[in-house]
């Protein structure tokens, strides 16, 4: 998985969904490197309930026709944290649909770095990951 594509898992099953699957659009927004195993990616969730007066970044349906409406991006969410081998085993079920663009992808990490929700380590990798595709001149997450 690569900083900024979007992938739909059509089975997930959560607890935030009493036990249900159901099928949940995320977009990766880099991953934890190799040094501290095991390797985990950031997925973060999109969705399409309009939330008033919280933090997010809009996905208008018409520049991003793979969304089957206009979806958001919420600051407030934590990433799914994925392993490779969690990745693998629901291979079947995952399915890239997209690619985000380098300027709203500048966007987002401008949201991601000033979200009081994120832990400082996340920020960090995911301004590595950004770094590593040539996403560059970002400001480094302070604490």
């Not at 969904?17 to 927004?29: A, E, M």
């Not at 693998?88 to 890239?96: A, F, M, P, T």
Request: charge should be positive; proline fraction near 6%; include cysteine.
């Amino acid at each position: 998985m690569q900083v900024g594509e979007v992938f739909r898992w059509k089975n997930l099953k959560h607890p935030q969904f009493g036990g249900r699957t159901k099928p949940r659009w995320f977009l990766c927004l880099g991953d934890s490197g190799i040094i501290l195993p095991p390797k985990n990616f950031y997925f973060f969730s999109t969705t399409c309930t309009l939330r008033d007066g919280v933090s997010k970044f809009d996905f208008d349906k018409t520049k991003y026709p793979f969304f089957y409406e206009d979806c958001y991006f919420y600051y407030t969410e934590p990433p799914y944290a994925i392993t490779e081998e969690q990745r693998r085993k629901n291979e079947s079920d995952i399915s890239e649909v997209g690619k985000i663009d380098e300027g709203d992808l500048r966007i987002i990490y401008e949201g991601i770095i000033k979200s009081p929700f994120l832990n400082k380590r996340i920020k960090l990798d995911i301004h590595q990951s950004f770094n590593l595709i040539g996403i560059s001149g970002l400001r480094r997450p302070r604490f």
